[in-house]
């Protein structure tokens, strides 16, 4: 509960923990304060008395690189940067999740237009969406964007030279964007995970996949 109050005090807008699970989605557990890994019923509870809560992303990812040697129900696990965030259907992987205190903003597609087109193409760039519901294009290399991932969500990298950024779009194009974004979006409102996305889908249903994040942030259960 201290920390609890702690988080307050310093005006934190989110806290992480870690969670391993298997897939499908059957047996998740989340990392607990004693280092014990304990079942969990849904990504986005938090017990502020036994879970282990990080105030950061990068903390998390700390935890992780420094005990890259764990137990999770009575198995033997070899934590690596390779497997967090990678799924894997026979090894546990390891997610860090988000929990909030303040609802996310929401962007548009004005937004996509404007990122898109003051991007440099000089340079490897990924569109993500960070944890507080803004778009960005940031600068990196694909081993950075799949391994090490503290956005909610981020995209394959588009290589420098191929024209993905830094000039206008059709119409067409980015409201194709728009809305694979929107739908990643609602995945990560959904489960508090990191989404990484590795391919676009046709025919997302505009009205219905907004209705759906309205939903979710109006339903959202925010820390006290």
């Known amino acids: 509960m201290a920390l609890l109050l702690y988080l307050i005090i310093r005006g934190e807008d989110m806290v992480f923990t870690i969670n391993a699970y298997k897939i499908p989605l059957e047996s998740v557990y989340r990392l607990k304060n004693n280092n014990n890994w304990e079942p969990q019923e849904h990504f986005l509870t938090i017990d502020f008395e036994n879970d282990m809560i990080f105030n950061t992303h990068e903390e998390a990812e700390k935890w992780l690189s420094d005990n890259n040697i764990i137990l999770i129900n009575e198995e033997k696990v070899n934590v690596s940067e390779f497997q967090v965030d990678c799924y894997d259907v026979e090894n546990f992987?390891?997610?860090?999740?988000?929990?909030?205190?303040?609802?996310?903003?929401?962007?548009?597609?004005?937004?996509?237009?404007?990122?898109?087109k003051e991007g440099d193409d000089r340079y490897n760039n990924s569109l993500i969406i960070d944890f507080e519901g803004n778009l960005k294009l940031i600068q990196s290399n694909p081993e950075e964007i799949i391994?090490?991932?503290?956005?909610?969500?981020?995209?394959?990298?588009?290589?420098?030279?191929?024209?993905?950024?830094g000039r206008e779009f059709s119409d067409l194009y980015i409201k194709y964007i728009y809305l694979n974004l929107l739908d990643n979006w609602v995945l990560h409102l959904e489960s508090g995970r990191s989404i990484y996305v590795t391919c676009y889908e046709d025919n997302i249903d505009e009205e219905n996949t907004i209705y759906k994040i309205n939903q979710l942030l109006s339903d959202m259960n925010l820390l006290k």
């Open 147 to 165: 391994y090490h991932s503290n956005y909610a969500v981020s995209n394959e990298v588009y290589n420098s030279g191929n024209g993905f950024v």
């Open 93 to 116: 992987n390891i997610e860090i999740v988000v929990h909030r205190r303040t609802k996310p903003s929401i962007f548009t597609e004005k937004d996509v237009r404007r990122v898109l």
